[in-house]
Structures are given as structure tokens and as C-alpha cells.
């Protein structure tokens, strides 16, 4: 049987790393094959994109291929074959990352992107897209006080309410996969709220 595609998504200290044992934890209780991985990266190939995508500067078009680039790799040596054998693929970001980085963050063509998505996905889709969601100046101060920025994580409020808004409306359009998840609440109450979901996938 076919395992089952889960994608995190959310604005960066929005979480989702933070929650990612106690997800893999939950399904391997359950005695699952669970595949954890990320993008930009979850390949040899990928993770040297991710080191320029992260620290290069470049035409918001550049990124948006790029990171295409690195989840083609991505689908046809990671998630479909973990996907096609049974087991569930656990991606920390996905498509719905460059609808709200590239398109709402850096004004790339939303059309361009349709088209590059249905080019590079042919039809894979998450099965569950678990967006974190917290206000902007949470994340900024999670952020300040957490790492030191990657060249995302530099950009200023502006940027990452364009990016809020954008994971948002996706969220709006697509609302059979996506789950909104608040995570602007103390940690125990995030995981009384993600157990919720993730108990019914
Ligand atoms: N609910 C929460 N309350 C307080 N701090 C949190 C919460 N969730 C995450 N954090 C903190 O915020 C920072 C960013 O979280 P992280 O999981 O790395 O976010 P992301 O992976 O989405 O960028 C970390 O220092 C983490 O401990
Ligand atoms: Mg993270």
C-alpha cells in the first residue's frame, strides 16, 4: 500500500522543527516506516542547492528554479520511492514553500510557478500539509532569540507577513490537506493541538 505524503510548512521559528520528533515518534508508534527529510535539501544534491539558497544572493526567479531543481531530486530519490514501498515521508517545507518565499515573498509570477509546480510535481501532492501559524512579530522575536539568520531569515516584517498571508490564503484554497495549526501558544498546548490531527492520519 501506498505510505502517505506530510508536509510542514509555516514561516521560520514558526516551529515546525521544533515538532518534528514528536511527529516521527507518533507514527513509529504506530510500528510505520517513517522517512524524515527537508527542503531545500533531503539530497546530496539538494543540500548543496540548500547552501546557496541559503546564503546567496540572486534573482527571485534564480531561487524559485532552484529550488525546483532541488525537489525533482528530491521526489525521484527520496519521497516517491519511500512513498511507493509503504512509508510515511515526513518533509520538513514543500511546494506550498515557494508559493509563499518565492510568489509571496519575492513577487515571482504566480502563473510561472503554476507552471514550473505542474512541470516538476507532474501530480504529487501532500496527503496533510500541517502549517504552523504564528504572528509575524512572534516568529521575529522566537527568531532573535534562537540562531543566527540565514539570508530568509534576514529579511524584515514586511517580507514575512507577505509570506504569513500567502501560506494563509493556500491554505483557504486547499482546504481538504492543509491543517492550521496555532503555534503562538505554549509548547504543550501546540502538541495537544498537532496530537489532534496527526492521530487521524
Ligand atoms: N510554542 C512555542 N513557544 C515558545 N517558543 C517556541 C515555540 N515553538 C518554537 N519555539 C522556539 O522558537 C524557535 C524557533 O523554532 P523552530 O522549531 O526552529 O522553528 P522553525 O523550524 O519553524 O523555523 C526555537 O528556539 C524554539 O524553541
Ligand atoms: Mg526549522
Known sequence: MRGKFITLEGMD???KSTHIPHILDHFRARGLEVVSTREPGG??????LREILLHE???????????FAARRE????????????GAYVVSDRFADASYAYQCGG?????EKM???????LDDLQPDITLLFDVPVNVSLQRLAKARSPDKFEQEGADFFTRIRDAYL???QQYPHRFRIINSDQPLEDVIRSLDRIISSI
Open 13 to 15: 521559528g514558526a516551529g
Open 43 to 48: 539530497t546530496s544534491l539538494g543540500e548543496r
Open 57 to 67: 544572493a540572486m534573482h527571485p526567479e534564480t531561487e524559485a528554479l532552484l529550488m
Open 74 to 85: 528530491h521526489i525521484s530519490e527520496v519521497i516517491e520511492p519511500a512513498l511507493a514501498r
Open 106 to 110: 519575492r513577487g515571482v509570477d504566480f
Open 114 to 120: 503554476r507552471l514550473l509546480e505542474q512541470w516538476a
Open 169 to 171: 490564503r493556500r491554505a
